[in-house]
């Protein structure tokens, strides 16, 4: 045993801690069939600035979980990757070098994405080895290295295969700013000032108002559209109607969807205003009309407003009418938009060749696997739920960028038909490799896809890419479905969606049996903590260095799983902090009295005390498995707080105390049985801990417990496994907290020192107590200072 520092330092031994775990490969995965098998989809970050306390408060409450299964038994696969290809980390190099992708060549810029991507990889390593994370670093991945390549394209040519994954020219979301194609997925809406600009239509010599908030789109009108049931347009439905400003005729058509109570009850269709517009283009066999185009600016032959951005084209064409007498009102309103959630730009729908994954035909499938998967907490099933049956658009995957998978696809030069490469060719890029093969039309040439595919594409196939790797150590290892997904509640709409998407298709089966959806960090009311924001006071590396990776990570776990959390420095600190001192406090004292015990001697009679706080250590050790089971670290956290401080500091080590110093007046054998429950409740307390506070407890194991106990680390021992408590133990346990609550209750109240020697105490109790009372009886004179006990026993 070796000798304890008077205060504990955390800074110093929690880099001490992880060289020693490092070097003795504590965390290294090694397949073991003896073991059930653990396996954990960890979210890889996307690379695309620096993290934040968010990420360290969600990502470290995952670590607890394999952690806990770890000392639960299993043989634990954590694998830790990077989300490091597509748009986020695009912008990040362009902010980074000040020079957009679009102004280097492609292979230039894929060179500084790789570079500047691997610096933040790097830092986001070193700061996940300063937490004490215990995954295995031989286990990384990134999404674009050639063998995730490699993977991701098998996935997209088994798809396509199978017509799952096909191209088409239609409209698409588009984000003019990243000028790319997006998903309905990422989407996010913003509410913004705007007006309601009423214009009139004319029919038949009378005016048919319309109010829009999108009058740049007048040139792409091509129809007005009323309810089939408004009275008041019946009529002239089928008739031609007038377009103000540049007076060409479009016909009057009726819909259902046009509300009867909304405005004046006639809509203009324009290409493109929003998706019911697309909607009533592709049911009525309307035609395009250019307007916006792919960069934002209005097509060159629009009359008027030609070259323009678009919202600059919006106040002129408002001028115009105004002018012309042809804006009746305008209206000011806040109304919502749909923006894309990278940037923040409003989202246009323009027509474009893209390659789409089918979701729509599979919403039934979908949903049966949501159900089949284990929700914690169950409510976040909900919004898998709700996305599920509002989707309305297949999923995108091609995007017009730079770096990122390259969608393995050539086109036939003639006749336009995809050609695709066989399986042992992967990785490919058909930008820099020609395809060696015909078309059936005959001809010999073709032209290679230039998009690469959407990162979610890629992120979506990470249980392919940790069985892929589980593989490699033992080939007939049975991965699949994962065990557990663990991610925030904001990506339930991508990841957890895309991922199950592709396992149905690629498996038949749910990728993961349990999802684990963790909350955010708030900065105040209704705002998280995000890297574009910037409203992170500190660095998580800056937090770390002052306050220790075990302060956070216990503060880590302070709230219900999924539920979003306030980043408070001084709470963190108080809290943790006080934990951490009375643990070291606590462990040297018990330490202290264990220089001559011997762990393999059992006392044939252990006092009833002390069997107590042993039944009280294995009732917290089944509650705290109960809510792990759960994924819920904070109430499982919350049964330990209790058992170390209400039983154990406050009550245990006060009635034990001088039974261990002074065996020539309790008897060795007394001491001995003190020994043998003090040594078992703190070592086990310690394992609890230990998911919590690794570096701390490692280092009271190493210095107090590993001469007795023989495994290298703490973190390689296992937890008890009790299957019931007795409760008639229990039970005599509160009686003699709450006698002795009210001897310092008495002494407190009449300003006595709780040392203060008094005549008598009361100890209220049940009949059946008495004899275990009677054998405590020295103990609880020796806690409480007094003479004489007084029993009142029922």
């Known amino acids: 045993m070796q000798e304890f520092e008077k205060r504990y330092d955390g800074l110093t031994v929690e880099k001490e801690m992880q060289k020693y775990w490092e070097e003795n490969q504590v965390y290294d995965y090694t397949p073991d069939r003896s073991k059930p098998l653990y396996s954990i989809d960890t979210p890889p970050p996307t690379v695309s600035g620096s993290l934040h306390i968010g ?27 990077f989300d490091d290809n597509g748009l986020p980390s695009e912008r990040l190099v362009e902010k980074e070098t000040g020079v957009r992708a679009a ?178 283009v592709s049911q009525l066999n309307l035609p395009y009309k250019k307007v916006i185009l792919s960069d934002g600016t209005i097509a060159s032959d629009v009359p008027f407003i030609a070259d323009m951005k678009v919202k600059a084209a ?60 284990n929700w914690h907490p169950a409510h976040m099933k909900s919004r898998y739920v709700n996305w599920v049956e509002n989707l309305k658009w297949d999923w995108c995957i091609s995007r017009q960028r730079y770096f990122g998978v390259p969608i393995p696809v050539w086109y036939c030069e003639a006749c336009g038909k995809p050609a695709f490469p066989a399986e042992e060719e992967l990785p490919v890029n058909p930008m820099e490799t020609p395809y060696n093969g015909g078309c059936s039309c005959g001809c010999q040439s073709f032209v290679p896809e230039k998009a690469v595919l959407d990162t979610w594409a890629t992120s979506s196939i990470t249980p392919f890419i940790n069985e892929d790797k589980a593989k490699e150590y033992d080939a007939e290892t049975e991965f699949m479905p994962m065990s557990m997904r663990t991610q925030a509640h904001e990506i339930i709409r991508t990841w957890a969606f895309y991922t199950i998407a592709k396992s149905l298709y690629h498996t038949g089966e749910i990728p993961w049996q349990d999802t684990m959806i963790c909350g955010f960090v708030l900065a105040k009311p209704g705002e998280k903590i995000s890297k574009s924001k910037g409203n992170a006071k500190l660095s998580p590396q800056e937090v770390i260095n002052t306050y220790s990776a075990d302060v956070i990570r216990y503060w880590a776990a302070n709230a219900r799983l999924g539920t979003d959390t306030y980043f408070d420095q001084q709470e963190m600190q108080d809290a943790s902090r006080r934990l951490i001192t009375k643990l070291w406090n606590s462990s040297k004292f ?49 049964a330990i707080d209790d058992l170390f401080w209400k039983d154990l500091c406050d009550n245990y080590i006060e009635i034990v105390k001088e039974r261990l110093y002074k065996p020539e007046i309790h008897g060795a054998e007394q001491r001995r049985s003190g020994q043998y429950a003090i040594y078992y409740c703190l070592l086990t307390i310690l394992k609890m801990y230990a998911i919590y506070i690794p570096h701390e407890t490692e280092y009271i194991y190493l210095k107090g417990f590993k001469d007795f106990v023989g495994a290298v680390s703490l973190h390689k021992t296992e937890w008890p496994k009790p299957e019931q408590v007795d409760q008639e133990l229990l039970a005599f346990g509160e009686t003699i907290k709450n006698a002795i609550a009210e001897v310092r209750k008495y002494k407190s109240e009449n300003s006595l020192s709780m040392r203060t020697e008094m005549e008598s105490a009361v100890i209220v109790g049940k009949e059946s107590q008495a004899d275990w009372l009677k054998e405590t009886e020295k103990d609880f004179i020796a806690c409480n200072h007094v003479q004489k006990i007084i029993y009142d026993l029922k």
């Open 55 to 81: 990420h360290i408060f969600s990502y470290t409450q995952a670590e607890m979980i394999a952690r806990y299964r770890r000392m639960k038994g299993y043989n634990v696969f954590y694998p830790f990757g």
């Open 103 to 280: 102004e280097l060549p492609r292979s230039e810029f894929r060179e500084k994405c790789v570079a500047i991507t691997q610096k933040y990889e790097d830092e986001f390593k070193s700061l996940w080895k300063s937490m004490g994370f215990s995954c295995d670093w031989n286990l990384q991945y990134s999404t674009v290295s050639k063998n995730t390549q490699r993977l991701s394209q098998k996935s997209f040519l088994a798809l396509a295969k199978d017509g799952h994954a096909y191209s088409k020219e239609s409209p698409v979301l588009w984000c003019t700013e990243c000028q790319t194609s997006i998903a309905q997925a990422e989407l996010d809406s913003n509410d913004i000032d705007s007006f309601f600009n009423y214009i009139p239509f004319h029919i038949d010599g009378k005016v048919l108002e319309i109010a829009t908030t999108r009058p740049e789109l007048l040139y792409g009108v091509v129809c007005v559209l009323v309810n089939p049931e408004d009275e008041r347009y019946k009529h002239l439905i089928g008739k031609m109607v007038t377009v103000p400003l540049y007076d060409f005729e479009v016909p009057l058509l009726a819909d259902d969807k046009v509300a009867l109570d909304k405005g004046t009850g006639v809509v203009m269709c324009a290409t493109f205003g929003d998706t019911t517009d697309v909607e009533w």
């Open 314 to 373: 919006r106040k002129e064409i408002v001028r115009l009418l105004d002018e012309k007498g042809l804006l009746l009102k305008s209206e000011k309103i806040t109304h919502t938009v749909s923006v894309h959630e990278r940037c923040g730009t409003e989202v246009e729908i323009i027509p474009s060749s893209q390659w789409y994954i089918d979701v729509l035909s599979k919403k039934a499938e979908l949903l049966a696997a949501g159900d089949k998967i």
């Open 590 to 638: 018990v330490l202290s009295h264990l220089t001559d015990f011997d762990p393999t001697y059992v006392p044939e009679h252990l006092l009833p005390i002390d069997r107590w706080i042993i039944e009280r250590t294995n009732e917290t050790i089944m509650e705290a498995s109960k809510w792990l089971d759960e994924y819920e670290i904070g109430m499982a956290r919350k």
